[in-house]
């Protein structure tokens, strides 16, 4: 097939395409992955694929403000509209010079993304996309601009068509259509329509000033009761007379597009936004400032996590029938971290993303740390950062719906299903890569990153932004979250929003500006566009760069504390972590801040005891790790809980407790408190107990004893708690929005099989009989033919079905016919191949012009 020239304008999507260079092919199939998947198999394939709705909806939403704005002036427009009428529509009647400049550029993109085709003077709109932009009565457009004359007088009868040519002083026609024309020329001609807007009443003028920038149509009311429509109130009258108003129901008046763009000086939109927003400061802090609020709250960060799994360390809650955490659960790790329920929520689902939690998927299934958390906790503070930075920068979870409800009205509950949206990784990385548009140790102001969000991504409907699971209702019962701040507006900006929250509670950003750490862990992420989502060796290199960035700022762990007297020890700064582990086994944690408070009691030396330490190990150990003496009501302490430990023995009968002392037991059985253990004595050394071995313990414990637990052959038992975890598990994989963006190498390969395939659906062939879409030639001809063709090199034409049943044309080259076999050059798969000759339903030669 002769290739068409750019002197002949396209009359089609297709023929467009087919006139494109690889590099813009390339450009269009890397700007919508979607057209991928799979690979069209020639370039109409493809053009039909661009015009599908699921495609294009796709496209739009991934337009910026001003581009968007230019298709929907596009839809508005004449179909084709030269670029004259586009600058017009866009810029008014002024023409705005900053839309002059900037419209080239929107008009590039969307002929990047095949959302219009043609030359300059004949600029089109995929079909779709103006059915979905252009205005109608049940799809209002987001111009506020209503239909033409001509759309609005469809239906009007002749007559009522002709009083109005005859009111507004034109000649009358002999039919409705020139009837329209005329009346149509006349809304456009900026001269008489001012004359005719000069004699309205200053009423009609006002209801025009109502309507004018949408939307665009009114409900009639009546002058008198019960007159209807008929007889609308003089305003109104007068417009309907004179066609500024047409009728659009019984009880509805629209105004006319061409009316409404003659009153708003030609422009399509109130406002055009043909640059975006810039990014405005907030305050300066100073890198320094910055960067050391940033390490301190990542510190505080991993603590936290740490503290989680403390909590959850011998197995945690229970999952729900339904997926995810009870409420009671979760208020109750909230106290257990001194935190609030939605803060609790961040962490425990952070811990999820970076895959050190999980479920264990036994019959009673409950929460617990994966193995994955043991080697987490042994790496170095800086490391551990990395990886939950990492995790959340490229989570789909968005713990800010917790607390929302789904699609069908039900609560979304923490780590629960129905929280993964597609767009979070995108939002946090841009709202990372704007930040990092100012100057080091500078705060954005959020209202203007916001602002830049919306100009990059403009919400066009509920829809916008929305994973595969998500409802309208789940949207907006979820913008009660922002960690205690109230998160309203559409999905990504209520996800901008929770994303500034988070970085502060990471320390990714210190006092609202991004850190040294934080830029780094940004990678090259480009402030001016948007990105596709970095590859694994870029996230990879990532994650080394910001841990060696806040490894320059994080405190060296101390190998001391500070005893004093009124029995506690003060941390001075994060300690090692054997130091950190016994300490928080011997002494409760009383307050935490830049130092650590711990307060010895006799509670927690006796965990200690409990645990395998002996009295003198406790000394020694605090002898050597404190920089003060050991204060000696700490010794005393030690030594009197150590006296008593253990002089109580309990094993199991159901349980028992035996003492050498027969007056301890007698004690015990006279005191009330014990009544609920249901004691009675075996001998005179030794109590039996309805109740089990911990019961008794901590019933024992409670009246003010210190019983040790014994095994079968009498010896005292260590009572460590046992770390629970499930089997090795994976973290939870992203829902991607949408496919993949394709590497280089996909994309070359699949421009190769378009093109082929392009080829043999395009070329000419002399006739030759067909059944259905394949030639079809006696088995001798095809022989004679096939073997012609390899001793002349020419191409031919086949048709061949393979073994699986599946039938193709192909443009081959034969190189050898034997064997019953032709192997041939196949230009339809850019590649050599053989093919069996029973299998070649038929032959046909290239026209000439095709050789």
Not at 114 to 129: E, F, K, M, N, Q
Not at 731 to 752: C, F
Not at 797 to 820: L, T
Request: one cysteine or more.
């Amino acid at each position: 097939m002769p290739e068409r020239t750019r002197s002949t304008p396209p009359r089609t999507l297709a023929e467009a395409l087919r006139l494109r260079d690889d590099a813009s092919l390339t450009g269009l199939l890397r700007a919508r992955p979607d057209l991928l998947t799979p690979v069209p198999g020639d370039i109409g394939a493809l053009a039909t694929r661009a015009g599908t709705r699921a495609s294009v909806v796709r496209a739009l939403e991934h337009l910026d403000r001003f581009t968007l704005q230019t298709a929907e002036a596009l839809a508005v427009a004449p179909d084709p509209a030269p670029y004259a009428t586009l600058l017009a529509l866009m810029g008014g009647d002024e023409c705005d010079p900053v839309v002059e400049a900037e419209l080239p550029g929107a008009v590039g993109v969307l002929h990047e993304q095949a959302l219009i085709w043609g030359d300059d003077d004949r600029l089109r709109l995929v079909r779709t996309a103006r059915e979905l932009l252009a205005p109608s009565s049940t799809h209002p457009s987001p111009t506020g601009l209503g239909p033409t004359v001509a759309e609005a007088a469809t239906g009007m009868s002749p007559g009522r068509v002709q009083e109005i040519v005859a009111a507004v002083g034109l000649p009358g026609t002999h039919d409705s259509v020139s009837a329209v024309a005329a009346l149509t020329a006349l809304f456009t001609d900026r001269q008489r329509m001012s004359e005719l807007l000069d004699q309205a009443p200053v009423d009609s003028l006002n209801v025009l000033s109502r309507l004018v920038w949408g939307p665009p149509y009114g409900t009639v009311t009546s002058a008198a009761p019960g007159a209807g429509a008929a007889d609308p109130a003089r305003p109104v009258r007068w417009l309907r007379d004179h066609g500024l108003l047409l009728p659009a129901s019984a009880q509805t008046v629209v105004l006319p597009r061409e009316a409404a763009l003659h009153l708003r000086a030609g422009r399509a939109h109130r406002s055009t936004e043909p640059r975006p927003p810039a990014v405005a400061p907030a305050r300066d802090y100073g890198p320094q400032a910055v960067d050391a609020a940033a390490a301190g709250q990542a510190f505080t960060a991993l603590d936290t996590v740490e503290e989680l799994f403390k909590d959850w360390n011998e197995g945690g809650p229970t999952v729900l029938r339904s997926g995810g955490l009870s409420v009671r659960d979760l208020k109750r790790t909230a106290t257990a971290l001194d935190t609030t329920e939605q803060l609790a929520s961040f962490w425990i689902e952070l811990a999820y993303a970076a895959g050190l939690l999980a479920a264990d998927g036994e019959a009673d299934e409950r929460f617990a740390a994966t193995p994955a958390y043991d080697v987490w906790l042994e790496s170095p503070a800086q490391d551990r950062w990395a990886q939950l930075a990492t995790a959340w920068l490229t989570a789909t979870r968005t713990p800010g719906l917790i607390g929302g409800l789904d699609a069908k009205g039900r609560a979304l509950s923490t780590l629960g299903p129905d929280l993964d949206r597609s767009a979070a990784p995108e939002v946090r990385r841009r709202v990372l890569a704007l930040m990092s548009t100012l100057p080091p140790g500078t705060a954005p102001e959020p209202e203007s990153l916001l602002a830049r969000l919306r100009w990059e991504r403009p919400v066009r409907g509920t829809t916008a932004g929305r994973g595969p699971t998500q409802s309208p209702a789940a949207d907006l019962a979820a913008a009660r979250y922002a960690h205690g701040a109230t998160a309203v507006g559409d999905l990504r900006s209520r996800i901008a929003q929770w994303t500034m929250n988070e970085t502060e509670l990471l320390g990714i950003t210190g006092r609202g500006a991004l850190s040294a750490h934080g830029r780094a862990l940004l990678g090259e992420a480009a402030p001016d566009r948007a990105l596709p989502a970095p590859t694994a060796a870029a996230l990879a290199t990532a994650r080394t760069l910001a841990a060696d960035a806040l490894a320059r700022l994080l405190p060296v762990p101390l190998d001391h504390v500070l005893l004093q007297a009124d029995l506690t020890a003060v941390a001075p700064g994060p300690l090692e972590r054997p130091l950190a582990e016994l300490l928080g086994v011997a002494a409760d944690i009383e307050s935490k801040g830049g130092a650590t408070v711990y307060r010895f009691t006799a509670g927690s030396v006796r965990r200690a005891l409990d645990a395998g330490q002996s009295a003198s190990d406790l000394h020694a150990f605090l002898a050597a790790h404190s920089r003060t003496p050991v204060p000696q009501p700490l010794s005393y302490l030690i030594d009197d809980v150590a006296r008593k430990h253990g002089h109580l023995r309990v094993g199991a009968a159901s349980s028992y407790v035996r003492c050498d002392d027969d007056a301890v037991l007698t004690e015990i059985l006279a005191d009330t408190r014990s009544q609920s253990l249901r004691l009675r004595r075996l001998a005179p050394t030794v109590l039996a107990a309805q109740a089990d071995p911990s019961e008794l313990l901590e019933g024992l414990r409670a009246m003010g004893f210190a019983p040790a637990a014994e095994s079968a052959e009498g010896d005292v038992l260590i009572t460590r708690a046992d770390a629970y975890r499930t089997a090795p598990r994976t973290a939870p994989a992203p829902v991607p929005e949408g496919p993949p963006a394709p590497d280089d190498t996909l994309l070359a390969a699949a421009l190769r099989a378009i093109r082929a395939g392009d080829t043999a659906a395009t070329v000419i062939h002399k006739p030759v009989p067909e059944y259905g879409d394949l030639p079809r030639t006696p088995s001798a001809e095809t022989l004679a033919t096939v073997q012609a063709a390899a001793m002349t090199g020419a191409a031919l034409w086949i048709g061949y079905v393979s073994a699986d049943g599946a039938a193709s044309r192909r443009v081959i080259a034969p190189v050898r016919v034997e064997g019953g076999f032709v192997t041939a050059y196949d230009h339809t798969a850019d590649d050599v191949r053989t093919y069996p000759l029973h299998r070649i339903t038929g032959v046909a030669e290239l026209t000439d012009d095709q050789t």
